[in-house]
């Protein structure tokens, strides 16, 4: 097992107007102003990043932005692209998120575009791939779940998978309420960092951060991140309550392992 930092994400998705993003992420500030072992990550709206950054900054929350378009600026009206999720104090961007894919058009090749760009813009993406019920059912998730990354990181080099996160998110485990278990959420972990290994090379596959996302929340984080390969969360639901989204991120702490 590599030597991984644990990070959970906030995905606020279309939640929170301005003023009640500004009040989350001030109790957030004060309920984690002594956590060190594990990265936060939160992604307000795009109408909130503003407020948010200037509360969060200086503290250890990172801002992320849920999605971008890979062109830096034109006539691309209700787009937000990479320098400007920059300048507005993201770190992070989320990509190829399921719900993306389910309502936007998002695919494969989009998702990719969106990739080379945040990481062109300097911000570090957050990759997400996972399957659907059906596909599950079918026997399809390592199919599905290796075209998603295949295709998301297609023409990326090692230097870029550096700045890369991935999160594994099954779509019927995406505010369910129906969490994967823990052997579920591993194999694929498991899986997803196997195929990187193969494409990038066995010192990117150590390093490279894989999220679990669906219905995460305090009662299960400790579970899932005693795997091997599971090294953090994307949290949706939960992270809309700060003392929720705290309790994940503090139980979120690896256990100590003899790995020798
Ligand atoms: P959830 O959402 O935690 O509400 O299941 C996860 C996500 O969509 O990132």
Redesign the pocket.
């Known amino acids: 097992m590599g030597n991984r930092r644990p990070l959970i ?1 906030g ?1 606020w ?1 279309m939640f929170k107007t301005a003023p009640e993003a500004a009040d989350l992420a001030s109790r957030l500030k004060s309920l984690l102003h002594d956590l060190t072992d594990v990265d936060v990550m939160v992604a307000p709206a795009f109408t909130a990043l503003g407020v948010v950054a200037d509360i969060v900054k200086g503290s250890a929350i990172h801002l992320g932005g849920q999605d971008l378009f890979w062109e830096r600026e034109g006539a691309y009206t209700g787009q937000v692209s990479a320098p400007m999720l920059k300048a507005a104090g993201c770190s992070h961007v ?1 990509i190829g ?3 993306r894919r389910q309502y936007f058009g998002e695919t494969n090749a989009t998702a990719n575009r969106k990739m080379k760009a945040a990481l062109a813009g300097g911000l570090m993406p957050v990759l ?1 791939v996972g399957e659907s019920e059906g596909e599950r059912e079918a026997g399809q998730t390592f199919p599905v779940v290796k075209g998603q990354l295949e295709g998301g990181l297609n023409g990326l080099d090692a230097e870029g998978l550096e700045q890369a996160t991935v ?1 594994y ?1 099954p779509v019927w ?5 129906k ?1 994967a278990t823990r052997e579920q959420a591993q194999e694929v972990h498991q899986f997803i960092r196997g195929r990187i290994k193969e494409s990038f090379g066995e010192g990117i596959a150590n390093a490279l951060r894989i999220l679990y ?5 305090s009662a299960n984080i400790a579970e899932l991140i005693a795997m091997d390969d599971i090294d953090g ?7 809309l309550d700060a003392e929720s989204f705290a309790a994940i991120a503090r139980n979120a702490v690896r256990p100590v392992k003899d790995h020798s």
């Not at 996302?213 to 929340?217: I, N, Q, R």
């Not at 969360?233 to 992270?239: D, K, W």
């Open positions: 994400a995905n998705k989320i998120h399921s719900e997400c999160a998110e485990a995406i505010g369910t309420g969490t996302g669906g219905s995460v929340k969360a994307l949290v949706g639901g939960a992270s």
